[in-house]
């Protein structure tokens, strides 16, 4: 069978490649693309190293063949930071001391992105639950899932403070909240 | 079918370093013109932090902030010889000549300012924050970005320096086994409380507490990471590893992570761990190397404590929930 | 704070100098974590140079096997097939790695020759525009196998009879300047079993075990203007890895260039050198990068793992709880080939008999070659199951006697100025009071006499 052209949107770019069909969505990534965040731990669904978002859900991208999911939209690691500024998950971890090999960090972030998008304010078990498809060998865990709930009190403290601005804007009519880097402009990318 | 609680123990050492062959390792280091010191060596980050404790261990001697060093490494055309990351010896041997590399740098600094500021360079100290200042006089400094110009421009120096640790080859005495293999040994005693599931055979590990003599702790946060990635691996391997889990038998082997058992996020135990330091006279600092020693008291600790639960004694590893089973049906004197 | 420490004790040894450090002892942030968390940081597989081939190894399915055929011809024909190598492409092919520190004799092939030795062995290595192709390519290779007898354990091998693994060796055992196993002579055990009001033996197994990083053995070739290959890859020991390929190529060192140190894991599997040479031949033979990574299967089945061991201790105990004589036969699974394994043998003898003044120890430490994957280097090499043994060990003398655990091991533990099996002086011990913040921490309770013994006296025993 011929190679296929295919489309996503990947971190809010349309991106148009060809590949041969069964093409896995990582190597996708990876080889047409560039995008050298995701890692190929396994291949065969079992590490969670090539976790990314599509739509939206985290997918191990070796499992998704990528004719399949054309004009779907793609979150990477690469997409997360907000211009140079880390996001909270990413800030979470390399404060917290989460990473040390680092090759499963990629996966873990997008797998807690996904967490935080559906559930800001997750439990122990829930975050355990997320990550439970993620293999790390170095850290025993503990500081990875620290570093997602620490993500989750981050991102909810920025959200209130933003909201907060937002309130004092709409009553007082001060038009400076764009001017505050990253509040209202990330609270309202995410309630999007 | 009931939960049964147990507790055990170990302790064990072990060697930093293990040398048969002569275990050298060299290191460079050299200030750009702007006062930035490059450490080049050719040794291996696995993931366990050697790139940020040797350019601790270059800031400390240099007398600089962590901003000045840059680590170049694991590159055979740009860096010296490392025999390589293993046996716990990269702390150790690599941080060694850095701290040589960088008190030889650290010299012709100290010269060259001596110089700048006309005065004997026995007069100087840093101060930490990137000056050069003279003793007692702290208005007379140098900063050294300046510096680094000035050696550069004016006096013609290079301020660089070469480090190398060398432990001399040793041979065994093949019929006694008198050997001199190692540099150093850190010291584990582990407890573990466990819960053994007598119906399902599954242990649980509760909790473990770890007191660790390692020399120094080079860098807290770091040494958190290697004992609670080392104290994880060592549960591991006591109650899941095994890539022939027949042993002698090559059938059953796991091919992937799904087959591979480890535990997860929710198997963990709490962890309580203490550190004491007794510096190595050849260790960086007094440092030894841990990262190895830490998966090793856990394994006999949990065996240990499943015997204190269930009176099981598991001489075979792993403990899987089968052998916990087994055992508790020959105490029960049942036999298939 | 949002990162973990642990807290330092420093009452333990209250002499030792407060440290008075600018950054050492400081929690500074990990040089490698913004790279990390930002997906920059660069393993080997990151580098994707163009015209880059595919290398694909087609494996051994029989233990032990003689090979009658080796046929390529259709795997020549897989549409994207550039070349397929077998050991004659290999200049120097058979080798050791610890060859570099004078361990002999060569004993392994980089590519079967006349015979495998374990499942899994790397036969013809395919090499191919595409990963999907050198995979088919490596399925099609046809060998015709004369199966023989294969042998799985330890002290099977080591009987008369027993089907020879490594005919390099001649018998299935590394030879220790002339003896069958690396020795350890303390003291007099028959002795001390004779005095001895209990005699305790047991026996310890283990099974092989993975080291299981996340990114799997891997490199990168990419040949350079000048002629030299630049080698990416997640080596542990970048020169060693070098010296060995030159070796094995036959060239002068300076041809290959090693570039790596960012590493997603290694824990002791990473300083074989399992991928380097075969890709370097492809490299060189086509002109072209060439990739070799280990698939998920390949790093759990075919990479070297943590040797077995097995492992029967034998004690001459007191009936206060000194241990007056241990007498330890070990043996090291080594698989098929040594590679680290002579050296993970003579490691584990060093530490034998634990952290324990014992005044008489005999050991016998077998380095055994079996049919089975050869195994290498792991976390805690030549000690992680030794600990498992001694410390079960303690506890069952505990047990036997009636005593406290932490008891035992105080009253026999080792301190500076003892003289070690291997006859060197302790120095820098600390087991004691590794067991009393132990047990400090459980609230077990120690009588004041084990709580106020000191790794600093009572030694030269
Ligand atoms: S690479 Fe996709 S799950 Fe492992
Ligand atoms: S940090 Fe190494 S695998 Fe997670």
């Known amino acids: 069978m011929a190679s296929q052209v295919v489309n996503l949107r990947v971190n809010e770019r349309s991106r148009e490649f060809l590949a041969a069909p069964g093409t896995p969505l990582l190597s996708s990534l990876r080889d047409a693309l560039g995008l050298m965040a995701a890692k190929r731990g396994c291949a065969q669904g079992s590490c969670g190293t090539c976790t990314v978002l599509l739509d939206g859900r985290p997918v191990m991208s070796c499992l998704v063949a990528v004719e399949t999911v054309d004009g779907a939209s793609v979150r990477t690691l690469e997409g997360v930071a907000r211009g140079g500024d880390l996001d909270e998950v990413q800030s979470a971890f390399l404060e917290g001391f989460a990473t040390q090999c680092g090759f499963c960090t990629a996966g873990m972030i997008m797998t807690a992105e996904a967490l935080l998008d559906r559930n800001p304010d997750p439990t122990r078990a829930e975050v355990v639950e997320a990550i439970s498809g993620n293999v790390c060998r170095c850290t025993g865990y503990g500081p990875i899932v620290d570093a997602i709930l620490d993500a989750a009190a981050r991102r909810r403290k920025e959200d209130a403070a933003a909201r907060r601005k937002e309130d004092i804007a709409a009553r007082w009519g001060t038009a400076d909240i764009a001017a505050t880097p990253g509040t209202a402009d990330a609270a309202a990318r995410r309630r999007s | ?336 | 704070m949002r990162y973990k420490t642990n807290p330092i004790d420093r009452t333990y040894f209250p002499d030792e100098p407060a440290p008075d450090f600018n950054v050492i002892g400081s929690v500074v942030q990990r040089s490698d974590a913004l790279g990390h968390v930002t997906g920059r940081s660069s393993f080997f597989e990151d580098l994707s140079p163009p015209g880059l081939l595919h290398l694909k190894a087609h494996r051994s399915t029989r233990h032990h096997a003689r090979l009658a055929t080796v046929d390529t011809s259709e795997a020549l024909a897989v549409p994207g097939v550039v070349r397929v190598l077998t050991h004659a492409d290999i200049p120097n092919n058979v080798f050791t790695p610890l060859k570099l520190i004078g361990v002999q004799p060569d004993d392994e092939p980089v590519l079967a020759e006349g015979k495998v030795r374990y499942l899994g062995e790397p036969i013809c290595a395919v090499v191919a525009e595409t990963e999907a192709a050198a995979q088919e390519g490596a399925a099609r290779v046809r060998v015709g196998y004369e199966e023989l007898p294969a042998v799985f354990d330890v002290e099977e091998a080591l009987a008369e009879g027993a089907p020879i693994v490594n005919e390099y060796h001649g018998h299935n055992y590394f030879t220790y300047e002339g003896h069958h196993c690396r020795r350890i002579r303390f003291g007099d055990v028959e002795a001390a079993f004779a005095a001895a009001d209990h005699v305790f033996e047991w026996r310890y197994q283990s099974a092989p075990i993975e080291h299981a990083p996340t990114e799997t053995t891997g490199c990168v070739v990419v040949p350079q203007p000048d002629g030299r290959l630049r080698i990416h890859s997640d080596t542990q020991a970048c020169f060693f890895t070098l010296d060995n390929t030159a070796l094995i190529l036959g060239t002068p060192f300076n041809r290959l260039r090693i570039v790596g140190g960012t590493v997603g894991g290694g824990f002791g599997g990473k300083v074989d050198v399992a991928v380097e040479p075969v890709a370097c031949v492809a490299a060189m033979l086509t002109g072209q990068p060439v990739k070799y990574v280990y698939s998920r299967y390949e790093e759990m089945q075919v990479s070297s793992p943590r040797a077995a061991e097995r492992i029967y201790i034998k004690d001459a105990v007191t009936a206060d709880g000194r241990i007056i004589g241990r007498k330890i036969t070990l043996y090291v699974d080594a698989g098929a080939y040594s590679r680290h394994s002579p050296y993970g043998t003579t490691k584990a003898a060093a530490h034998l008999p634990g952290p324990y003044s014992i005044p008489n120890v005999w050991a016998d430490c077998h380095c055994v070659f079996t049919n089975r994957t050869p195994s290498s280097a792991m976390r805690g090499f030549g000690v992680t199951i030794g600990d498992f043994a001694l410390e079960s060990q303690m506890d069952r003398i505990a047990r036997a006697l009636g005593m406290d655990p932490l008891r035992l091991r105080l009253r026999n533990a080792y301190r500076d100025g003892d003289l070690k099996a291997h006859r060197k002086v302790a120095e820098g011990t600390a087991l004691v009071e590794v067991i009393q913040k132990a047990a400090e921490m459980v609230g077990h309770e120690l009588p004041e006499e084990y709580r106020r013994m000191s790794s600093m006296d009572g030694g030269g025993r």
């Open chain 2, 1 to 336: 079918m009931a939960r049964l609680r147990g507790r055990g123990y170990a302790s064990v050492n072990y060697p930093t370093g293990m040398n048969l062959g002569g275990d050298p390792s060299q290191a460079l280091i050299h200030a750009t013109t702007t006062g930035t010191f490059v450490v080049s060596l050719s040794s291996v980050d696995l993931g366990q932090g050697l790139k940020t404790v040797v350019a601790q261990c270059a800031a400390e001697t240099l007398g600089l902030p962590m901003e000045n060093i840059l680590v170049d490494t694991a590159d055979t055309d740009t860096g010296p010889h490392c025999m390589g990351t293993f046996a716990s010896r990269g702390t150790h041997r690599v941080g060694n000549a850095v701290i040589m590399a960088a008190a030889e740098a650290r010299e012709v600094m100290l010269a060259v300012a001596a110089e700048e500021l006309e005065v004997d360079a026995g007069d100087l100290e840093t101060d930490g924050t990137g000056y050069i200042q003279v003793k007692g006089a702290q208005e007379r400094r140098i900063h050294i970005t300046d510096l680094a110009l000035a050696a550069h421009f004016t006096h013609g120096r290079t301020i660089s320096g070469r480090g190398m640790f060398l432990k001399e080859k040793n041979d065994p005495v093949p019929e006694t086994g008198e050997m001199d293999p190692d540099s150093c040994q850190a010291h584990a005693c582990t407890v573990a409380v466990v819960e053994v599931d007598d119906e399902t055979g599954v242990v649980e590990v509760l909790e473990m507490h770890n007191a660790y003599e390692i020399g120094r702790a080079l860098n807290p946060a770091m040494v958190a990471q290697q004992v609670e990635g080392g104290a994880w691996m060592g549960m591991s391997h006591a109650l899941f590893e095994a890539t022939e889990p027949y042993y002698p038998a090559r059938d059953h082997g796991p091919r992937d992570f799904t087959e591979y058992l480890m535990p997860g996020a929710a198997d963990i135990p709490a962890y309580h761990n203490a550190i004491l330091e007794r510096p190595a006279g050849n260790g960086p600092f007094g440092a030894k190397g841990i990262g190895e020693m830490t998966a090793n008291a856990p394994i006999p600790a949990i065996a240990n404590a499943i015997f204190d639960a269930c009176g099981v004694r598991l001489d075979t590893m792993p403990f899987t929930p089968e052998r916990v089973l087994r055992g508790l049906d020959e105490l029960r004197g049942y036999h298939d």
